[in-house]
């Protein structure tokens, strides 16, 4: 049936290639719906980037298509090409992909860890892609929340999730999948401030898109039915004319209505306790989402201001005088800001700071942008 999910036989026929069953095209209703669904990864991704950027993030759906899968390397771009990939459970493990360039995976994956994706490498190592990946990883669970609404309450989440960068030229999002198998794309255009925008891509095999779509359309028109009338039942309707009929002196006059006495109360004005001291514990839910990325810290000795010319002028044997005390407390700043202040010392032949003053943890969550 057209609204229900591929059986095993179906799926095991749909990953092994069949080409007897390559699925069909994608009715208008269809495709109004999964622009719903894309709309909810642009938000996802609106807000969740924008959250762990600590910037403004537009995300806006631009375009839905459909095309066999060889040709989706060509949309994507010239290039290696990100791939972030899941099975959705809850819908009978859905294949799912988000796409992007190699150049959208690395500015994602600087923004995560606290950069400002204005100065990029050349290319992505297994720091960036992990990052990118836990990037995408958010995304998905905060879209998959609001989805789960449209698909009747059914728990989602996005399971045997990994990431690969691939070379354009061999690439396919499903490779398990012949390379004329349609696809439905819902493409995502990201910009966030101060950066170049990127686009990022919601994949679908067209036959399991479809199903999702049925799916979508069942919970909500569901919802859509009208509750039927309560009937009165037989025993009121035969109560009524009793109770018309009855004689009216049978019924005991009541008493009149006592007037209620008014209690005087004392009214004063309220007294609120201070909160300056308070416990910062409000950010717990943000916090649980970041605590893996890592983050930049710097140890800062002082500081001092010269002109050009004094810069020019330095040499070998040149001494800057900073703006810290002999013996003064150094800063320690974690992406630029101030968590906490200590003592050089020396580890074998390294040096390291020993912590003798902790910000607050209120300020240093506020000095984050959480």
Do not use: C
Not at 74 to 93: D, P, Q
Not at 314 to 319: A, F, K, N, R, T
């Amino acid at each position: 049936m057209v609204d229900e999910f591929l059986n095993q036989d179906e799926i095991d026929a749909l990953l092994s290639g069949d080409p007897d069953d390559k699925g069909g095209k994608l009715s208008q209703g269809d495709l109004t719906i999964l622009s719903d669904v894309s709309g909810i990864m642009a938000t996802a991704a609106g807000n969740v980037i924008g959250m762990l950027a600590g910037r403004d993030v537009s995300a806006a759906v631009t375009e839905h298509f459909e095309l066999p899968q060889s040709e989706m390397a060509a949309k994507v771009g010239s290039g290696k090409i990100f791939t972030y990939l899941m099975s959705l459970n809850g819908l009978e493990g859905v294949p799912t992909r988000l796409v992007t360039s190699e150049r959208g995976a690395l500015a994602l994956a600087d923004l995560m860890m606290g950069g400002d994706a204005r100065e990029l490498p050349s290319e992505a190592n297994d720091l960036y892609l992990s990052a990118a990946q836990e990037g995408l990883s958010q995304l998905v669970g905060s879209a998959l929340t609001s989805l789960s609404a449209l698909v009747g309450g059914i728990r989602l989440s996005g399971d045997d999730s990994s990431s690969s960068l691939d070379e354009s030229d061999a690439w396919l999002p499903f490779t398990n999948l012949g390379g004329d198998t349609p696809i439905w794309v819902g493409r995502m255009n990201l910009n966030v401030d101060g950066v170049e925008p990127f686009d990022l891509d919601v994949t679908l095999p067209v036959a399991y898109a479809a199903r999702l779509a049925a799916k979508i359309k069942e919970a909500t028109a569901s919802k859509e039915e009208p509750a039927p009338a309560a009937k009165p039942s037989s025993q009121q309707h035969a109560s009524r004319p009793q109770t018309q009929s009855a004689p009216s002196q049978a019924a005991p006059s009541a008493p009149p209505p006592q007037r209620p006495q008014i209690t005087p109360v004392d009214v004063k004005p309220v007294e609120f306790v201070q909160l300056d001291g308070a416990d910062f514990s409000g950010s717990a839910g943000n916090l649980d989402l970041i605590v893996d990325i890592p983050v930049r810290v710097t140890v800062e000795l002082g500081r001092t201001r010269k002109t050009i010319g004094e810069v020019l002028a330095l040499g070998p044997g040149s001494v800057v005088e900073l703006n810290k005390m002999a013996g003064e407390p150094v800063d320690v700043l974690v992406n630029g800001k101030l968590i906490a202040r200590g003592e050089v010392v020396v580890i074998d032949e390294s040096f390291g700071i020993r912590v003798t003053e902790v910000v607050s943890k209120a300020e240093r969550i506020r000095s984050m942008g959480v």
